[in-house]
């Protein structure tokens, strides 16, 4: 009898488990996906469409919910978090990653993409898989996507027209070797401040200025505290699309590829986005009464070729090169 009865209660452990078991595997997978821009930003807009259509694709089983605006941390938070399992999904420019994986870092190199174009050929290029094959053996992180973040320019309180105006300067940038380039071999002072607390450092006057894309800088109203826009375009930065390792490895091989082609369709949206309110935007600004400024643009390069080559920021020439080159 107590035989029995124990063979009852095993078969209904195991049955129970086996059914625990079948729901847990299908049951639906929140997501966070966090980034740190604002939500009338291409950045956010796509990055709800693409979680909107990873949900409809997999018929519901992911739910990824997308946390704009710092919301979960500022962008060195958010990129820890993928480490920490805090965030499943991020969109973070690569100077963050190039921290655990240097060589990630030359695409920050000023002067070293001609444009949009050719930012987005490179991402497509096998020198930047080499890049995202490492970074992930190294971190297990994986990068779905890039997408064109903007030509970098520079605002501030006083116009100028060359390098040599921006001695003294100081400046806020991220907190980057690449970033601090151009500034450093013009003589002027770069000064980090995390990207949420820019606004408010130019409005009180802790820096004189600051440098980011047109849509960045309409977007955090920087243009409310600054006078003019020097067209320096001295970075074309781009922005990736960011998996965790613990959500990459549960992946089947079917969703990987649905989660990267999804992410490559919405960066190709955001890049298109972009560049559309970049052609748009010095007339704007114009409007506003801000001095927009052609500068001299050769000086600046000149000037960082000359003071802070590939080299000393710890990049391989080759890399450079093969960049450089591509068509």
């Known amino acids: 009898m107590k035989r029995n009865t124990l063979k009852f209660i095993a078969s209904c452990a195991v049955a129970a488990c086996g059914m625990g078991l079948f729901g847990l595997a299908n049951a639906q997978t929140k997501l966070k996906w966090a980034h740190v821009y604002e939500t009338s930003e291409p950045y956010h807009t796509q990055s709800v469409w693409a979680a909107e259509e990873i949900k409809k694709r997999t018929n519901g089983k992911f ?179 960011q998996v965790a390792p613990h959500v990459w490895k549960a992946l089947s091989a079917t969703e990987k590829t649905l989660f990267t082609d999804i992410a490559r369709e919405a960066t190709a949206r955001m890049t298109a986005d972009i560049k559309k309110r970049e052609g748009e935007l010095v007339d704007e600004f114009k409007k506003k009464g801000l001095q927009v400024v052609t500068v001299n643009r050769q000086s600046f390069v000149d000037a960082v070729l000359k003071n802070s080559p590939v080299e000393s920021l710890g990049y391989e020439r080759k890399d450079y090169d093969r960049i450089v080159s591509l068509k």
């Open 63 to 241: 739910d990824i919910q997308v946390f704009p605006a710092s919301t979960l941390g500022k962008e060195t938070d958010i990129n820890q978090g993928l480490t920490l399992g805090t965030v499943d999904m991020i969109i973070s420019g690569t100077s963050f990653a190039a921290r655990s994986y240097p060589r990630l870092g030359i695409a920050y190199y000023p002067f070293i993409f001609r444009d949009a174009d050719h930012l987005v050929t490179y991402s497509k290029s096998d020198v930047f898989k080499e890049m995202v094959d490492g970074y992930a053996a190294k971190t297990g992180i994986q990068i779905l996507a890039y997408s064109y973040y903007g030509a970098r320019h520079t605002t501030a309180q006083k116009a100028f027209t060359d390098c040599a105006g921006m001695k003294g300067l100081k400046i806020r940038v991220p907190d980057v070797p690449a970033y601090t380039a151009t500034p450093k071999a013009c003589g002027a002072n770069p000064t980090p401040i995390a990207f949420a607390e820019v606004y408010l450092a130019l409005q009180n006057g802790t820096v004189d200025a600051q440098e980011n894309p047109l849509t960045t800088i309409e977007a955090k109203k920087f243009f409310e505290v600054q006078k003019a826009i020097m067209l320096t375009g001295h970075i074309v930065d781009g922005l990736t699309i």
